[in-house]
């Protein structure tokens, strides 16, 4: 079944053909009838995971039978074939290749498959060994999951790919979330309420969401689920256990108590044994690396809905790309564990004071100190992925490359750490990265040194990868397949010379391996030799060997397999000695990772004329030239002109009601402050002359909506749902942003419930809060309110236009200009026309819409459009279009020219 994980256990061994049991194959629907030992063996792996699509390696190819292959051929498209029969029909086949795997296994997640790989254990030839039919030993190495990926070319460099468990009870508001990036080690866990629910997951961005049974009926929760994009896999409520969590992470960060992580409620540690059982499923016994977990939820990050992540397009555009959203228009890093730090930092500010400014010490730091940023960027580009290098080694995924990324990681480490060292007056937050970057790594870097080439192939099997002196016994093997040559050379030159026969040579085929081969009337001397025992007669030629060739190819032959073997062991002892300093890499990596964030936040701020936000726990909210981070940019890069900055104070006003015509700027103004406040929060400088903000505990912004046709909810109904969800979790240090509430529904109950809105902001939320309307009677409620105050988007009007000035000043808007506004979107003149006299007819009767609408007939007993008036004769105008310039003289021309003056002055 598509989009749920196999959670069966995985068998020690394969069972021989004869012992597949009926029970077994009834999983797969399948017979044991007339069935071949080597579909035998696929139907009895394929039964322990029936969930799964089966990946079955048949030499260089993985290959999938029966309805996987249907399955498989389909979201791929490639060929399906056929293999052999079962009960009469054509088994349906299909393959890709081992090498080319990967990006199949992406398109295979990406279509919401979970893919069981099924490896060879064996060499074939060990299975000869045991007679005619026996099959090579196969099982599944590992189970491939949305959230459990790994590979460099199925993840997105950039972002955290998080597997989530959600351990809570229906009908209780709380719930308990444990994530992990099983490619990076890092690990979060957190508690919110029911409510702030959907904003934590969006917060996280899940690949894979880890449900109790109990949970996977509730239907709301599953969509929630699933429309945040992630894959959502149930699993048996006997996983949620407190006790097992506790003692799987006891175990897994080898310690006998958690405090010294801190301290986790139960819920938290059921959520954990559920997502621990899990991995160890999927990696079949592997262990990941697990960095200590890392508290992050409600009560020390700034509360984001996920409508609200959605409309400000923080981390994605609407579109669902990072182009065009504010991640990309903030993300100067070098390094992709630093583009995946600036991603997390930007969908989690903070709400400590104290912990923002500390950050904005490090990026002030550095913003002084513009030599040394250039130096450590420059450093920086060449840093590997650290974490998921050394989290492909801990699983038996890694290669030779990720030994060199370790390597090199330490390599830069070390510079980066002693450039530091020698920069004066560091805050905490360099210094902390300083004293992570000069760890010990208990010689791992001088054993990696000293141990690998300096050119490195991605796959371990492929050898070459140790450095020639490291092994002695590595380079004897290699000097012997090097040299096979040489001696085979040498052996046929003696053996020439003891028997005479000029003509003999040493061949090689794979039928015989090393053989003496003379021609036939040359033989005789061979023959008679106790030395040489004959091999083979052919119509010209007769083929011999001996004891000492059979050794000399035996050690040839050898040499390579045994040259590999040394260098696989090599391999495993490195690796091992990475995993045993796994504390300290996975440090140095976070290092690295904030100090890439840091050094591109200040070239950020420098380049683009950012200033330091003053950041306190006060209510403040005052923001002079404030600029929207996105649209600057994208203006500055289509050459449009400057992007017109705006102030903003909340501070003592703390409602502004915005009014002004479409495409005036309200938008973006409002959207423009919101960034302005997370940045701040991340601990960035903001793009303003200058920002005083007190810390806000939730951000709220509902700026457009769309329907949601899924739920049967109407563009109003959502508008409605969202609204309700500020207003009943705003608090006072909170910051709303709401654009056009009520205008979905009729004019008099869209006012009410946007004048009732508005009051409720002030009056019991005394939230900081901008609100933009169209309804014009609404600005009149600011005189009521002691708080409240109009501001408006400046237009100038230029014979029946509109130019947009883009200037938020005090004042309320008399009209919307919503008719200029059509009439530059291109709408038919004659409806413009139409529109600007209902329009008149309106205002006649203002404060009365509904008696004016009645007074005006409708459809084809509306009155007609007037008649544009005919225009009048223009002498002047005739005149001049009857002037042909090319037959004139120079004669004509002058009384041409007095002519048209007359006519002119005459026209007055």
């Known amino acids: ?67 996987d292959a249907v399955k498989a051929s389909r979201a791929l498209g490639i060929q399906l074939t056929k293999r052999g029969k079962h009960q009469g029909e054509d088994i349906p086949m299909c393959g890709v290749p081992v090498v080319r795997s990967d990006e199949y ?106 449900l109790a049974a109990n949970l996977d009926g509730d239907k709301k929760l599953r969509t929630m689920i699933e429309g945040l994009g992630a894959a959502l896999t149930p699993l048996p409520d006997m996983y949620f256990t407190a006790a097992a969590g506790e003692a799987a992470l006891k175990r897994e960060l080898g310690v006998a108590a958690l405090d010294a992580f801190g301290t986790f409620t139960r819920a938290e540690l059921s959520a954990f044994a559920a997502l621990l059982k899990y991995v160890e499923i999927t990696q079949i016994g592997e262990k990941p690396v697990l960095r200590p977990p890392r508290r992050a939820g409600s009560g020390s990050l700034l509360l984001i809905d996920a409508s609200t992540r959605a409309n400000l397009e923080l981390t994605r555009s609407l579109g669902g790309r990072k182009q065009g959203s504010l991640l990309a228009a903030i993300d100067r890093t070098v390094t992709s564990a630093g583009a995946r730090e600036l991603a997390s930092r930007l969908a989690s500010p903070l709400i400590a004071a104290q912990a923002i400014n500390a950050r904005l010490d490090a990026a002030a730091f550095l913003i002084d100190r513009q030599m040394l940023r250039s130096q450590l960027r420059d450093v920086l580009k060449a840093v590997p992925d650290i974490a998921r290098a050394l989290s492909r ?154 004891d000492e060739l059979a050794g000399t190819e035996a050690r040839i032959m050898g040499a390579a397999e045994r040259a590999l073997a040394i260098e696989l062991e090599c391999f495993d002892a490195l690796a091992a000695l990475a995993i045993a300093n796994t504390r300290t890499l996975c440090a140095m990596a976070a290092g690295l990772a904030e100090l890439d964030v840091y050094a591109a936040l200040a070239e950020l701020a420098e380049e683009q004329n950012y200033a330091r936000p003053q950041i306190d726990r006060s209510h403040a909210f005052h923001i002079e030239g404030g600029r929207h981070p996105v649209v600057e940019q994208a203006l500055a890069k289509a050459r449009s002109g400057p992007f017109i900055a705006n102030d903003c104070d909340l501070t003592k006003r703390r409602l502004w009601l915005v009014t002004g015509p479409n495409m005036a700027g309200k938008s973006t103004f409002l959207r423009q402050n919101a960034l302005i406040a997370i940045l701040a929060q991340m601990g960035s400088y903001v793009p303003a002359r200058s920002a005083h903000i007190g810390v806000a505990d939730r951000l709220f912004s509902r700026v457009g909506a769309s329907d949601d046709l899924a739920r049967g909810r109407s563009t109003f109904m959502v508008e409605m749902v969202e609204t309700a969800a500020i207003l009943n979790q705003a608090t006072d240090r909170s910051l709303v942003i709401l654009d056009e509430i009520g205008r979905g529904t009729a004019t008099f109950d869209g006012l009410s419930i946007a004048w009732a809105a508005v009051e409720h902001l002030h009056d019991v939320n005394k939230s900081r809060a901008l609100f933009a309307t169209h309804y014009h009677e609404l600005t009149e409620i600011v005189d009521k309110l002691e708080g409240a105050t109009n501001v408006t988007v400046s237009v100038k009007e230029w014979k029946d236009n509109i130019i947009f000035l883009h200037e938020v000043v005090t004042g309320a808007a008399d009209r919307s200009y919503g008719i200029q506004v059509a009439k530059l979107a291109g709408l038919p003149p004659a409806l413009i026309a139409r529109a600007r006299q209902v329009l008149a007819r309106l205002e006649k009767r203002h404060g009365k819409p509904r008696a004016a609408l009645e007074d005006l007939p409708l459809f084809a007993l509306m009155d007609p459009p007037e008649p544009e008036p005919e225009a009048a004769p223009d002498p002047l105008h005739d005149a001049l279009t009857a002037i042909d310039p090319d037959s004139l003289s120079p004669r004509d021309a002058l009384e041409a020219l007095y002519r048209l003056k007359s006519l002119l002055v005459a026209k007055g």
């Open 105 to 210: 296994l992406l398109k295979l997640i990406a279509a919401g498959f979970r893919i069981a790989v099924c490896e060879q254990l064996e060499d074939p030839a060990e299975a000869k060994k045991r007679g005619g039919k026996s099959v090579v030993k196969r099982d599944v190495i590992r189970l491939v999951t949305p959230g459990t990926i790994t590979e460099d070319t199925l993840l997105d460099a950039g972002a955290n790919n998080y597997l989530t468990a959600l351990f809570g009870r229906t009908g209780e508001e709380l719930f308990a979330l444990a994530s992990m990036d099983i490619s990076t080690g890092e690990c979060l866990v957190s508690e919110c309420s029911a409510a702030d629910l959907a904003g934590e997951l969006a917060r996280l961005a899940p690949k894979e969401v880890l």
């Open 393 to 546: 080694l801990a699983l038996g995924r890694g290669g030779p490359r990720d030994l060199g990324a370790l390597h090199d990681g330490l390599a830069a480490a070390c510079d980066l750490a002693s450039r530091l060292a020698v920069a004066d007056g560091a805050p905490a937050e360099i210094g902390a990265i300083h004293a992570r970057l000069a760890a010990e790594d208990s010689g791992l870097h001088d054993q990696l040194a000293a141990a690998l080439g300096d050119e490195l192939p991605h796959l371990k099997r492929d050898g070459g990868f140790i450095r020639a002196g490291f092994r002695s016994d590595l380079d004897e093997n290699r000097a012997s397949r090097d040299n096979s040559r040489g001696v085979i050379a040498e052996l046929q030159a003696r053996y020439a010379n003891e028997t005479g026969v000029k003509a003999l040579k040493i061949r090689h085929n794979n039928i015989l391996g090393y053989f003496i081969e003379v021609t036939a009337n040359t033989a005789a001397p061979l023959l008679k030799s106790d030395a040489f025992r004959h091999r083979q007669t052919l119509a010209n030629a007769v083929r011999f060997t001996t």
């Open 1 to 67: 079944m598509k989009g749920r994980a196999s959670l069966r256990a995985v068998p020690e061994s394969v069972a021989p053909a004869e012992a597949v049991s009926e029970e077994a194959l009834g999983v797969v629907g399948l017979s044991a009838e007339a069935m071949t030992p080597m579909m035998a063996q696929y139907a009895q792996i394929k039964a322990a995971h029936p969930d799964c699509l089966l990946f079955y390696r048949m030499g260089d190819f993985f290959e999938l039978f029966f309805d």
